[in-house]
């Protein structure tokens, strides 16, 4: 039965569980057409806290600052408060512009948790390898671990394990990679200081950052002192000097008849002075922070290689 007083029904639904259907969306672009239906959507999608931006490419600086001539510069300022006046302020679509990720979020009022996806991974590798890392940041790399190998299947490869400068390039790459995308987080999250966890992936799967509350807290105190930068120009964040405990076994056997050639195990940590931990106390931190990286049969390579032995080798910042 049709209701007679006009209410479709929907109106009764409370505010909160709006809210709680959104944040279980969280796509922004499906959130940003959701602002169309309605004149109560369009004032709740901006308190959505559980967001999901996936970024289907990078842009220049020239795309961002020179697309526009100055006469469509000269009627936007004329026409854009006459729209103000009569229309709310629509968020940024990046299904229809291609903006830095802050400038995406500015539209959002409280986010709490954000992932971003990114369209694909970072590293150009010789054919037949395959790197998975997760990174942990503060203002700087807290933690890297970095799982590579040369062939999984259930027959050998045959590709070999490579060397040691093979597997420190490996090492090297992973970082770079992780340090250029928390470089892209600076300015999310110097803007948002409610956000509780950043995490930052590729479709792809190869790499993965996060930044947990401390770490944000710590980011944010670290860029009221530097000041304000463009998030395309600074390339990526400084790398610390760490230590780096690598663990290295010619073939893995997995379960199901799955093997991997050349399967190394490398986790990375700054190297703090003054500190005065045993290699059995660092052995134990590592071994806690490799267990949590990574899930499936990349977390079983990695059970079967913590049971290896280890090599420890040190690298300065860079």
């Not at 890392?133 to 394990?161: H, P």
């Not at 990349?298 to 090599?311: D, F, H, I, P, Q």
């Amino acid at each position: 039965m049709l209701p007679v007083d006009g209410d479709d029904g929907f109106d009764r639904v409370p505010d909160s569980l709006v809210l709680l259907v959104f944040n279980q969306i969280s796509d922004i672009k499906t959130l940003i057409r959701c602002r169309v239906v309605s004149k109560r959507f369009n004032s709740l999608v901006p308190q959505a806290d559980t967001l999901l931006l996936r970024v289907d490419r990078v842009v220049s600086a020239g795309e961002l600052d020179d697309s526009d001539s100055l006469l469509v510069i000269f009627l936007r300022s004329i026409l854009k408060p006459l729209y103000d006046l009569v229309s709310p302020k629509p968020l940024p679509d990046p299904t229809r512009c291609q903006k830095s990720p802050g400038q995406i979020l500015r539209g959002f009022e409280r986010i709490r948790e954000l992932e971003i996806e990114l369209p694909s991974g970072d590293l150009r590798l010789e054919k037949g390898a395959v790197i998975r890392w997760r990174a942990e940041f503060g203002k700087t790399l807290r933690s890297c671990v970095i799982l590579g190998f040369r062939g999984c299947g259930n027959r050998a490869a045959g590709l070999g394990g490579g060397g040691l400068k093979m597997r420190v390039v490996w090492t090297i790459s992973a970082l770079i990679a992780a340090s250029a995308r928390h470089s892209m987080l600076k300015e999310v999250v110097r803007e948002h200081g409610e956000i509780g966890k950043l995490v930052v992936r590729d479709q792809e799967e190869e790499g993965t950052v996060v930044m947990e509350r401390d770490g944000l807290i710590e980011c944010r105190e670290e860029a009221e002192e530097v000041g304000d930068s463009v998030w395309w120009r600074s390339s990526r964040t400084t790398v610390p000097a760490v230590s780096m405990r690598m663990r290295h076994v010619p073939r893995l056997e997995l379960a199901g008849e799955i093997q991997m050639e050349g399967a190394t195990l490398v986790v990375v940590r700054p190297t703090t002075a003054g500190t005065a931990e045993t290699d059995a106390e660092e052995q134990v931190v590592d071994a806690a922070l490799a267990f949590g990286a990574f899930g499936g049969v990349y977390g079983e390579a990695v059970e079967k290689l913590l049971t290896c032995r280890s090599y420890l080798l040190e690298m300065n910042s860079f």
